[in-house]
């Protein structure tokens, strides 16, 4: 049933409400005729381009492009995933090695030149097998193991005749004697034996 002024009369409705009923109505029913037109024309587009593009993929197909594009996309995809596994296993591999206890440099070689396909990761970004890896990087790098505690000898106080000719007397050796020139002497002989040291 369509809403006209003779409905709404019917109604009991006055005749400057219908007026307005009317009009608000009129503008309801135009703005959704709009809105249907403008959704049709893009639908109708959309009908279009579609077709084009089938067309497209169809040309595409016949003549190997699209293979050679997907192949293309799909090897640079695959490389994408390459290095950002890589990447995971190298941060994970760095680790290790510092767990080791290679130097800095022993890090860097042991990531550069270690086959990464062998090693696996867990969920949380972590070595699987971390033992068997700690004790490869052990094995194969061991010129790079920091050595903890090392002590350098004592040069404090070095042994009478570090110059060869066994006349440089030591620190406490020199402090005994009690003339201050033959004393002076034997701290320049001393000293000077240090210089050469």
Known sequence: MALTRKFLAA???EADKIDSIIDAHTETVDALKHERDGLKAKADSYDKVKT????LKATAKDSGDYAKLKKDFDDYKASVEQEKSDSAKKAALQKIAKDA??????IAKAVKYSDLSGIELDEKGGVKDSKALLKSLREEWPEYIVKANTQGADTGNPPAGANG???????EDILKIKDSVERQKAWGEYLKAQAET
């Not at 084009?52 to 067309?55: I, M, T, V």
């Open 101 to 106: 206890g290679l130097s800095e440099a022993g």
């Open 11 to 13: 109604m009991g409705i």
């Open 52 to 55: 084009e593009l089938d067309e």
């Open 165 to 171: 000719s066994g006349s440089v007397k030591s620190r």
